[in-house]
């Protein structure tokens, strides 16, 4: 007994090194943004306070910050606000969605979803909260909503056919002010769902509508002082990872907040300051759509292509821009300023960089190598019909084959294009859609991607189709949809994705295809395409929106990163990238040892693709066995039997797929 337990000993202090900084499998993160102070509201020493329509609270006697999300309490995304009811010491936070939560001064949440559930037809959108006594009043955009705090439920709906603004209470009436202000009165002690019992009135307090600011007034300088962390907004629409840091931006065209490059390293923000780019470029910093990252010198290069323009970032900092007037940038009616359209930008293997400009009188493809010289690479694949480069040439992508792909997504002139940097010529310009059927569909193209096996992924609006890696360099290539049999003894089968608004395309080290959707959440596919392996909605995971607009995989991790209308998520998905060779000291499994109380997967990484591993007892009993997914394998802790398995040390044996190059690493076990 006292051997076992030594060499128990020994062991978990030779795998700490496994433990450090691992999420467990499965597990969600949440990356809101804090930054933009809209409500506070204050109860003794302890501030709510709602910032970019997110919430945190802040503790005034000891300086602590709570922030609060779906994976810390809260029941949705996007709180546009709140109140403090005094009676109940109860915050009540309102969603844009009409959900409900409540939560206490010790951080505990309490869901009210029954406005948020209601099948109605009059618009549910909340405009202000009246507290009085243990209540919470609701202004609706129908009438108004009773909350009675202390039962956590609501009491009463007044369906008043109006979109009231306010509500207001004295001892005897009730009042609700209209958005086209009228003022509606009934007595309290009326049967106040009853409408007949509502009257116009125009005699009421002059003070019965004023908002109580005092708690904002009072606090807002100290508020201005707090970091509680996360990026400084949440339109994060466009990923890519380098070099074990994510890089975001906007991603999209045609907001009129200001763009922003963020990079998110270890759960730490660093927001690249846009500070005075205005002044120098002279054009609005609007519409970072998106990026690409490389090292030159050892500094970290970004290049943004935006909606007016191309913008350069050396470690952080503002370094240049290219327009009209200092490059070969045309813009789109030959002279605007505030619309250049470099929607898709890439750096190759040197550094030179590629991009397209959309709508442009004669430019379609541009270079600028390293000494600053541009190129005119103008393809006639890529003018529309009016003379014009096409219209919105976008997400840019190199394959293994260094072919860069992009899309043109307008709904004229719809395309999926190949540029073969090295020759300079468009290898295919693909503009027709053909399922496997011959039947030609009309589809809006969203994105392009790579599988793990030279494949390239088109996500449409009405799925999605494939080119397979056979078909790549031919004069006329095919591009199917593919069919998954239905497997229920019919022989039948149907598209992949058929009629799913696909949005964005991601592979993992597994070859599983992510499907970012456009109201269905995210997708996931095996490797095979014949199998779903997961479906996350906002209903019934921590994502935050079913609307997904970029998702990047890390692929040394796991972590899904996941960008959507609403803000940035990640999920600590089962599959890494596979190592070409498995090596011993680089084979280890997470969490190491397994404490009693973990209940979760365990996982193994640093394995080749599809390589055959065993869970074995310390006298070569197979306790467990499977395939690797991608460079990880996952672990239960249970035998064969489905029993939890009993302390010890298990060694994990590996080998490849062709059967060659075992290895082993071992998992402690503490019941």
Known sequence: ?????????????????????????????????YHDIQQIEETGNILFVRASNSLYMYNKNDGSIHTF?????????????????????????????????????????????????????????????????????????????????????????YILKKEIARIGLDNTYIYAKAKDNSVYQALLTDNLIDKNNWKITTNYPSSIFNVDMSAYDNNIELVKTLNPGGPINNNLGYLKLYDGTLFACEGLVGTSVPAYVQTLTKDDWYIYSNEGITDVTGVSFQNAVCLDVNKSGGKTRVIVGARNGIYEYIDGEFTNFWHNTNSLIEPYNGKSKEYQLM?????????????????????????????????????????????????????MMTDSRGYIWFINTHWENQGVFCYDLVNDKIVHAITDMVNQDGVSITSVLHSVSEDRNHNIWVGTNSGCFVIEESQIGNSNPQIIQVKVPRNDGTNLADYLMQDVNVNCITIDGGNRKWFGTSGNGIIVVSNDNFEQVYHFTKENSKLLSNIVLNICI??????????????????????????????????YAYPNPVTPEYTGLITVVGLSFNADVKILSTNGKVIAEGKSSGGSFTWDGKDKNGERVASGVYMVATAAADGSKGTVCKIVVVR
Request: proline share 1%; net charge negative; aromatic share 8%.
């Open 343 to 395: 929607l898709g930008v890439q750096l190759d293997k040197e550094g030179n960089l590629y991009a397209v400009n959309s709508q442009a009188p004669t430019k379609s493809l541009l270079k600028m190598d390293l000494a600053g010289n541009w190129y005119d690479l103008a393809k006639k694949e890529l003018i529309a019909n009016d003379g014009k480069s096409l219209q919105y040439m976008m997400n």
């Open 69 to 157: 999300d779906k994976t810390h309490g809260l029941n949705d995304v996007y709180i546009e606000l709140i109140g403090w009811n005094s009676h109940a010491k109860q915050l009540v936070a309102v969603y844009d969605n009409s959900n409900i939560d409540l939560i206490d001064m010790n951080g505990n949440v309490y869901n009210i979803n029954e406005l948020y559930q209601k099948d109605m037809t009059d618009d549910k959108k909340v405009n202000s909260i009246t507290m009085s006594d243990r209540y919470a009043y609701l202004a609706t955009n129908f009438g108004a909503v009773k909350i009675d705090l202390s039962r956590k439920e609501i009491s009463e709906s």
């Open 554 to 587: 890390d692929d040394n991790t796991g972590e899904v990163f996941i960008a959507t209308d609403k803000g940035l998520c990640s999920y600590m998905s089962d599959t890494t990238s596979p190592s070409e060779t498995m090596e011993k000291n680089q084979v």
């Open 1 to 33: 007994m006292k051997r076992i337990t030594a060499i128990i000993l020994l062991t978990i202090v030779a795998c700490l090194h496994a433990m450090t900084l691992k999420a467990a499998l499965g597990d969600w993160k949440i990356y809101m943004s």
